[in-house]
């Protein structure tokens, strides 16, 4: 029993340390989150990131683009920092030996790239906004605020919570993938009853159209004579134009804060160092 | 210039109704949709459908299968529009196509809190173009049924206190009522009705009468405070007579009854209350002073029928007690009362007014006593049918009996189990789960089909005019009985426990049945061979 006892004791050493490890705080942010906080990483981030990463880290050419979706997103401030301050071995993202404040900075800048719109003070009349929503914009005839407006497309009172300010932009001024559950769609029936809408699912053998009077409509595509999807959303994406300058900002302000819960974004591997 | 004229298509049909759902249609008996939880009012759960009959059902097939990822194993009944399905998970809600199982929408209420996942949800209700719900941390939601966006979304009790909200809602007259399980947690049960339309609350009723209100000198001192009366279920509901009929919940602490010495109204009665107003019409108390946590929550089957010669609106359930009970709906007389299982040791029968003649000493005690039924009762929430072509009432029964203790615990707010006790289940050769049939006035067993293998209840019943009763096994067995006899005509294995009841519908001339097990809900039809290629 007694000769076994070095081995238990290194065993208990190598457990030991693993503990110790594993109770290492991660590091945090002393820099804090504000605008300027923001404004000062952003700066950072373009004078000494954009050479891989694109302006903005939104266009990379040698590295990947620091927003929209991607597995094993790198998420949190710790692991933004890590990922700076050591690299990532095997690829040539480098450790950088800048100070830790303006590594911060940068932290904080992409995470407010990423952040969803409800993160960010988007200045704005918010009141004016909404009329422009049930006004002038036309929104309302096919979205829905807080149980109000119209159903054939996607319910907003969440949207700021749920998309980043840099998509809401683009859903309001660009054209863009359709998203699922709102292909506009025309069907023939071999009856000749022909219905327009959107598909809310598609698949080989089925689909179920929504149509613009609110009403579903279910279909084995055997009992089809045709099916014509649309290339193009029934969303408008010229508010920027279509809209003042002033009324685009109020709408954007107003949208931003539409808000009922905060969604938790998560990713595979958060937390991980990738080492 | 395209999107101008659809704009303008969009527009010219500004008043154009969806799947409207109407008063009159929620009358109906189930045909060709399947709109309650029970399938209609008088919660019979006979479908006027039999393209799928006794004589066919043996080439049923399986046509679809929805799963749904992780979550409480399903108790979700789907309620069906125009072969649309509706149904929940706790805090979720899925429309899918039921001709092909395709999802079309769901929704998903996120919690704040990950305690507030407890409990089961048991299925929607649909009204006019609105499908509702509760969620787990007890709000009501109204979502718009076609694209289920929320309309409005009520909270209705507080779940740090312990509540939750299993039950369907249930809908008539624009009347949306509600119910919570504060369970076995010392709180006290009530039943809401919120306007359909609005969300605005119409009535509130408490269960536990409160000091000076009628029933209330059936609770010594304080124990009113924390006396449970859970509203576990949806209800039936007679639309002439405009009253809604609950069961309602055990009293708390659930096995020491020293603590509560009376008959603990309006715990584990029958109440009929005025749907306009919320008012106690009437009330007939199954197991008064009850120690064995036997919730008189299952479901009271209502049927208008001759009564010894005499036309009579009955109201029917078999109770968790052991005893099958007939009441008159008008006024809660109690008609006629006999057990429906074998193993029942705590009375010796019924009182001409249906109170229960116990049997002295089988109560839980320090040591232990053994009480037939168990804790988990001769019956459950598991949905029973009524048959008016057979005239059989169809109810799934547990036999079996449990060793009671009691405990002196005490109650603790923030949700605690207050139940002071249990049993341990003596699941030996006697422990075993029926289909029964029986006779709708008399009680009396007519056949019986042993759910081999099952330890537990398992899910609900239904009945069609094609005479045939639909089951889900614990075990995963979905067969077929045949009405009249009771014999297996078919069965399907799903794979997984089955927990929840069947239902029926038409969707394009063809009639589905389908079933929620724990994470899957199948869709069944005749098989039809594939059309050959018509080229």
């Known amino acids: ?275 | 210039m395209k999107k101008l004229l659809l704009f303008l298509l969009m527009m010219s049909f500004p008043g154009a109704l969806s799947s409207q759902i109407t008063d009159q249609q929620l009358l109906q008996q189930p045909g060709d949709d399947w709109l309650h939880y029970n399938g209609s009012y008088n919660s019979q759960r006979n479908s006027q459908l039999n393209q799928i009959s006794s004589s066919n059902v043996g080439s049923l097939v399986s046509k679809w299968a929805f799963h749904v990822a992780s979550g409480a194993p399903m108790q979700s009944v789907p309620v069906v529009v125009n072969g649309v399905m509706y149904f929940t998970q706790p805090n979720s809600l899925y429309a899918i196509d039921g001709r092909s199982g395709r999802l079309i929408w769901e929704y998903h209420h996120p919690l704040a809190k990950v305690k507030d996942r407890e409990g089961p949800q048991r299925g929607a209700a649909v009204y006019k173009d609105r499908v509702y719900f509760t969620t787990t941390d007890d709000y009501l939601f109204a979502l718009n049924a076609s694209t289920g966006n929320v309309v409005f979304q009520v909270k209705i009790a507080e779940t740090d206190e312990g509540f939750s909200s299993p039950p369907a809602p249930f809908i008539a007259k624009g009347k949306v009522i509600v119910g919570v399980a504060p369970g076995d947690r010392g709180l006290n049960g009530f039943l809401e009705a919120y306007d359909a339309d609005t969300g605005t609350k119409l009535w509130h009723w408490d269960t536990i009468p409160k000091p000076g209100e009628p029933g209330s000198e059936t609770w010594p001192g304080d124990s009113w405070k924390h006396a449970g009366g859970a509203t576990w279920m949806t209800g039936s509901y007679d639309p002439e007579l405009n009253l809604y009929f609950l069961g309602l919940g055990n009293p708390s602490p659930d096995f020491n009854g020293d603590v509560r010495m009376g008959d603990n109204l309006y715990t584990e009665c029958m109440v009929a209350l005025d749907l306009d107003t919320g008012k106690l019409k009437w009330y007939f108390q199954f197991t008064p002073h009850d120690t064995m946590d036997w919730d008189g929550a299952e479901t009271p089957v209502l049927v208008d029928t001759l009564f010894e010669g005499k036309q009579r609106k009955l109201l029917v359930q078999a109770d968790r007690n052991g005893f099958y009970y007939v009441l008159d709906r008008e006024t809660g007389k109690f008609l006629h009362g006999v057990p429906f299982v074998k193993q029942l040791n705590w009375a010796s029968g019924l009182t001409p007014e249906g109170r229960p003649i116990r049997v002295p000493g089988i109560e839980p005690s320090l040591k232990g006593t053994k009480i037939c039924p168990s804790s988990i009762g001769a019956a459950n929430w598991m949905s029973p049918a009524y048959n008016p072509d057979t005239k059989l009432f169809y109810v799934v029964a547990l036999e079996g009996c449990g060793l009671a203790t009691k405990n002196t615990e005490t109650f603790r707010p923030g949700g605690f189990q207050y139940r002071a006790g249990g049993d341990v289940l003596l699941r030996d050769s006697s422990w075993k789960v029926y289909v029964r049939a029986l006779e709708l006035t008399t009680g009396k067993l007519v056949w019986e089909q042993e759910r081999v293998g099952s330890m537990g209840l398992g899910g609900g019943l239904l009945s069609t005019r094609g005479g045939v009763i639909f089951s889900g096994e614990l075990n995963g067995e979905f067969v077929a009985l045949n009405a009249k006899s009771g014999r297996p005509i078919w069965h399907f294995n799903t794979g997984e426990p089955i927990n929840a009841q069947p239902i029926t519908y038409m969707a394009a001339g063809k009639q589905y049945v389908a079933i929620a097990t724990n994470t899957t809900v199948f869709g069944f039809a005749l098989f039809e061979p594939e059309k050959a290629d018509d080229k």
């Open chain 1, 1 to 275: 029993m007694q000769k076994f006892w070095p081995i238990s004791l290194a065993i208990f050493s190598i457990l030991g340390m693993r503990f110790t490890v594993a109770q290492t705080a991660p590091p945090r942010n002393p820099v804090g989150n504000s605008a300027s906080t923001v404004k000062a990483g952003r700066e950072l981030f373009n004078q000494t990131c954009t050479a891989c990463h694109g302006m903005d880290g939104g266009e990379g050419e040698r590295a990947p683009a620091l927003v929209g979706e991607r597995r094993f997103f790198r998420l949190s401030e710790s692991a933004l920092y890590d990922v700076i301050k050591h690299g990532i071995p095997g690829t040539a993202m480098p450790a950088f030996g800048m100070p830790d404040d303006d590594i911060w900075k940068i932290v904080v800048f992409i995470r407010a790239m990423r952040s969803s719109a409800s993160e960010i003070d988007v200045a704005g009349d918010v009141a004016h906004g909404k009329e422009v929503f049930s006004g002038k914009g036309g929104c309302a005839k096919c979205h829905m605020l807080d149980g109000k407006g119209g159903t054939i497309g996607p319910d907003l009172s969440n949207i700021g919570a749920q998309i980043t300010l840099k998509r809401l932009k683009e859903s309001l001024s660009e054209e863009g993938e359709i998203p699922r559950g709102y292909l506009p769609i025309k069907v023939v029936t071999k009856k000749g009853e022909q219905v327009e809408g959107v598909a809310k699912n598609i698949d080989g053998f089925s689909v179920q159209v929504l149509d613009y009077q609110n009403k579903l409509h279910l279909f084995d595509r055997q009992e089809l004579r045709s099916l014509e999807e649309s290339k193009t959303s029934l969303m408008p994406h010229n508010y920027d134009k279509v809209l003042t300058p002033q009324e685009y900002q109020d709408l954007l302000a107003m949208l931003s804060r539409q808000v009922t819960l905060q969604l938790h974004k998560k990713a595979e591997g958060e937390g991980e160092v990738g080492r």
